[in-house]
């Protein structure tokens, strides 16, 4: 007999590969594949970072980000499988953004899960990126990299529907 069965174990489930049968299948999590792992990577380009930024990918893969630049994941996906890039750690003092975060792979590797990253100019532009930010002293930079250095202030986050900067003279 051409088949010999051959126990193969991958992510902790046990699958056997028939190697006489025309299904050369290997299980892989529940699923089987063409025996062909990540043909395509994730990535895209990061804009306006100071400092480090950590994304992540699909709960798990992370990508620690120090500069600005094209990037890209370590863990390549197959064409149909799902990506969703999410920011796990945002820099300290910016709030950034990504553009084109979840999708399907198709033919060709994703290039286009931009990360954007600005600091903050008022308590406005603070509660509109984050709406849920509570009241409290942040770090704002008014005139974004000019003369003046970047200040602390206390944004009302509640009154008037939020986003009041008041700044403090001691």
Known sequence: DASSDAGITDAGVD???DSGSADSGVMDSGAID??????????????GLVGTAVLQNNGGDNKTITANGPYTFATKLDPGQ?????ILTQPDGLYCTLS???????????????????APVNCKSIHTFDPSAASGIYTIDPDTAGALPPMDVYCDMTTAGGGWTQVFDH
């Open 82 to 86: 799902v990506y969703s890039v999410s």
């Open 34 to 47: 063409s025996g062909v792992k990540g043909t395509y990577t994730v990535g895209g380009t990061v804009s």
């Open 15 to 17: 699958a056997k590969l």
């Open 100 to 118: 084109n975060k979840t999708g399907v792979v198709g033919g060709a590797s994703v290039t286009n899960v931009n990360l954007s990253c600005v």
